[in-house]
């Protein structure tokens, strides 16, 4: 018996994410989406702007972390400091 090949799913990239989230707007602008299709692109849409949010939070904290050595490099700072 093969042994099953274990999936691994990627998340999709940030600019990925934002383009998804973009297409849902503009589906619902349009106004004529069924009320059940509707809710579920609504529900959609909350889920992947929540996912963005995450990202750009998790971004700005490890810049806020970075910080330049003597020799001009980036190096990433240890939270508690």
Same mark, same amino acid.
Do not use: H, N, W
């Given at each position: 018996?093969? +042994?099953?090949?274990?999936?691994?799913?990627?998340?999709?990239?940030?600019? $990925? &994410?934002?383009?998804? !989230? =973009?297409?849902?707007? =503009?589906?619902?602008?349009?106004? $004529?989406?069924? /009320? *059940?299709?509707?809710?579920?692109?609504?529900? *959609?849409?909350? #889920?992947?702007?929540? /996912?963005? #949010?995450?990202?750009?939070?998790? +971004? =700005? !904290?490890? !810049?806020?972390?970075? &910080?330049?050595? #003597?020799?001009?490099?980036?190096?990433?700072? $240890?939270?508690? =400091?």
């Amino acid at each position: 018996m093969a +042994a099953k090949k274990k999936e691994t799913i990627v998340p999709p990239t940030f600019e $990925d &994410s934002l383009r998804r !989230l =973009e297409l849902i707007v =503009e589906k619902l602008e349009e106004g $004529d989406v069924p /009320l *059940d299709d509707a809710m579920k692109l609504y529900e *959609d849409g909350i #889920a992947v702007s929540r /996912l963005c #949010a995450e990202r750009l939070a998790k +971004a =700005e !904290l490890t !810049l806020k972390r970075l &910080s330049k050595d #003597a020799e001009g490099s980036f190096t990433l700072q $240890d939270e508690k =400091e």
